[in-house]
């Protein structure tokens, strides 16, 4: 993967600290304005030539569709604040839940400047069914460890002992675990059902290429 350029890290980083303060990834304008362009033109050259190098994903015509990626072909990023390992535990169904076996498969090492959170660990994906959220089968989602849900984000939850990875919304009475691939179905379980355990808040997704 070739490198970025220093302006060209600048940015991937603006887009990685803004999306971890405000829960969504920036718009062009936005990006524009903390920079001081006038024009966005130059903004999405910037980006164009990011995703290029293998560092973002540029999903067209949605505001807020720019989503950061990390290579993992040659190795962890190293920045001058250092990085963190983190253990990779398995696997996480996007798609029909899988039972949940914690299988340590080593570390990871990630860049603090991209994945922020008091307890990170990852998983592997195995399923289609967040595709239309950039998760595709076979990524690694880095997961904040946490055990109580934010409404509208992207969590993994264990329901009967099976672990799936969805956006997390309570309708009613009951949870809803909503794909991001209208060829899945939704899950849906009341509130009150005990076998309903937050496993984390997924705070980035890596991709091996």
Known sequence: MKGLTPTQERVVEFISSFRTENSIPPTVREIADHFGYKSTNAVRQHLRLIEQKGRLRLWPNKARGIEVLSDLKDGPRHTSTGSVEVPILGKV?????????????????????????????????????????????????????????????????????????????????????????????????????????????????????
């Open 93 to 209: 169904a996007a798609g029909t839940p899988i039972t949940a076996v914690e299988n340590h498969e080593g570390t990871i090492a990630l860049d603090k400047n991209f994945f922020r959170g008091a307890d990170l660990f990852t998983l592997r994906v195995n399923g289609l069914s967040m595709v239309n959220a950039g998760i595709l089968d076979g990524d690694i989602v880095v997961i904040n460890k946490q055990d109580t849900p934010e409404i509208g984000e992207i969590m993994a939850v264990s329901v009967n002992n099976e672990v799936t990875l969805k956006r997390y919304y309570i309708e009613g009475n009951d949870v809803l675990l909503k794909a991001e691939n209208p060829h899945f179905k939704d899950i849906r379980v009341p509130l009150d059902q005990n076998d309903v355990t937050i496993c984390g808040k997924m705070v980035g997704v890596l991709r091996q290429t």
